[in-house]
């Protein structure tokens, strides 16, 4: 089972200096919810900051003995939604979690920040 977690309180480049208006991480979970809901073997949750915020919308892509994933710089639009969605679909059929580059989804290249690896053997 492979896990995306999202960052309820990011804000998008365009909107982070507006506190009036509210974080864009929570439209996001939504979006990336049902993106989700396509692929079995997926499941989304919400946490409030990732301690990315100066590249948000964060998300990251986990699982148990598999490499760990973080990505911003979303906008959180349905398509970002997608992407993510269909990259972690990826990430959740490839051992290790290790997604070959020429598989990746176009809307996520250019969105990695780090990875981890996993903490078991
Ligand atoms: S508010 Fe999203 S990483 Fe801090």
């Not at 208006?21 to 979006?31: C, S, T």
Request: charged share 20%; glycine share 10%; aromatic share 6%.
């Amino acid at each position: 089972m492979t896990t995306i977690t999202i960052c309820t309180t990011c804000r998008r480049q365009a909107a982070r200096d507006d506190r009036t208006l509210p974080p864009d991480g929570e439209a996001f979970l939504v979006r990336v919810t049902e993106a989700a809901a396509a692929h079995p073997g997926l499941q989304v949750r919400g946490t409030p900051c990732l301690m990315g915020c100066e590249h948000g919308c964060n998300a990251a892509v986990s699982a148990a003995g598999r490499m760990t994933y973080v990505l911003g710089r979303f906008e959180g639009t349905p398509e970002d939604a997608a992407a993510l969605a269909d990259y972690a679909a990826l990430h959740a059929e490839n051992d290790g979690g290790l997604v070959p580059f020429r598989q990746w989804p176009q809307g996520v290249k250019g969105h990695f920040v780090a990875r981890v690896p996993p903490l078991d053997p």
